[in-house]
Nanobody, 128 residues
């Protein structure tokens, strides 16, 4: 079992920045691929970013590419999502997720069905 706890959400004006953190416990963090997803009211959960176990390879949704950066610190068992140039449409509950490391396609990394463990979510609200 892996336990995930997100933090860092809040209210920010458009154009501002936030950094989300996701602290993991329970298993060897470096054995897990990590992802960030978000869900806005009335919408389905959508992929935001993912990071391979080594941290060397990352994937992003087109909507956040160039604005968001996923990173991880395996020594601290933590994955981060740095969000810059925030837009009102980025408003959502953000979830981190984990799955054991093995070869996967990019499409699999982008699918919420791939991930076995989820945090409780943290609210991000961007005002215009």
């Amino acid at each position: 079992q892996v336990q995930l706890v997100e933090s860092g959400g809040g209210l920010v004006q458009a154009g501002g920045s936030l950094r989300l953190s996701c602290a993991a416990s329970g298993r060897t963090f470096s054995n897990y691929e990590m992802g960030w997803f978000r869900q806005a009211p009335g919408k389905e959960r959508e992929f935001v970013a993912a990071n391979r176990w080594s941290g060397a390879v990352s994937y992003y949704a087109d909507s956040v590419k160039g604005r968001f950066t996923i990173s991880r610190d395996n020594a601290k068992n933590t994955v981060y999502l740095q969000m810059n140039s925030l837009k009102p449409e980025d408003t959502a509950v953000y979830y981190c997720a984990a799955v054991g490391s093995r070869w996967r396609s990019i499409a699999q990394f982008m699918s919420s069905e791939t991930y076995d463990y989820w945090g409780q979510g943290t609210q991000v609200t961007v005002s215009s």
